[in-house]
């Protein structure tokens, strides 16, 4: 299981937080420092964005949330994870229609807010509490309500065809090209969007950033220039 070490400092992270009423800022300090000790990252695409912690919370909520069973007691750390998951639920349910309601729960809808919308039910997805259906579903209601956010959309399939790719490297499931082209297009058919194919190098960083797969590995599975390194 790629996400056990991710899955078991979440647990105990939570239960430290309960334990000394830390608050949602000092959670996300220990979350940096349990990390960087554990040598984890947060699960993440291309850029590592400012406020990446902030957002990695949201893997603290679904543990706590359908890993624990912990709903009340932990509120106060996770009232924004909350409202994005609602806002999720509505744009599930009632697609287009929401736009209103979802403004109402977590205000304005930038490619930002869009994303930790997707993010939490993504998270969801990946520690296996959640049918990948939901995460589809949730991609082409959202374009529904906010067609103006179709690049985000987008941009969000790519990054999970990416995500999936990489994880599946990880597992030791893809070990050709081959494997991993099928895998990728596989997965772009079953989200059903157009031009969302993420080339190699995006499968690449997360394979190396997120799961630490050896470099030598992944440049027999996928199409890299020699030596080439991202810079954020």
């Known amino acids: ?113 869009l994303s930790r919308i997707f993010r939490v039910v993504f998270t969801a997805v990946v520690l296996g509490f959640r049918p990948e259906e939901d995460l589809i579903k949730l991609l082409h209601k959202a374009l529904e309500a906010f067609p103006e956010e179709e690049r985000t959309v987008k941009k969000y399939s790519r990054f999970y065809i990416a995500f999936r790719v990489a994880e599946a490297i990880a597992k030791g499931e893809v070990t050709s090209k081959l494997d991993k082209e099928a895998l990728k297009q596989s997965l772009a058919l079953r989200i059903g969007l157009p031009k969302i194919l993420p080339d190699d190098e995006y499968i690449y960083t997360i394979a190396k950033e997120v799961f630490g797969v050896d470099e030598g590995l992944l440049r027999k599975i996928l199409k890299v220039e020699n030596g080439k390194r991202h810079h954020h």
């Open 1 to 113: 299981m790629v996400h056990r070490k991710r899955i078991s400092v979440a647990v105990d992270l939570v239960g430290e937080a309960l334990e000394e009423e830390w608050d949602r800022e000092r959670l996300k300090k220990e979350l940096s420092k349990r990390y960087e000790a554990e040598g984890l990252s947060p699960l993440r695409g291309l850029a590592l964005p400012l406020d990446i912690l902030d957002k990695e919370l949201s893997t603290l909520y679904v543990v706590s949330k359908y890993g624990l069973g912990l709903e009340e007691e932990v509120d106060h750390l996770f009232d924004y994870e909350k409202r994005l998951e609602k806002a999720a639920e509505l744009l599930l349910k009632e697609g287009g229609k929401a736009r209103n309601e979802v403004r109402e729960l977590v205000g304005i809808i930038d490619s930002n807010t």
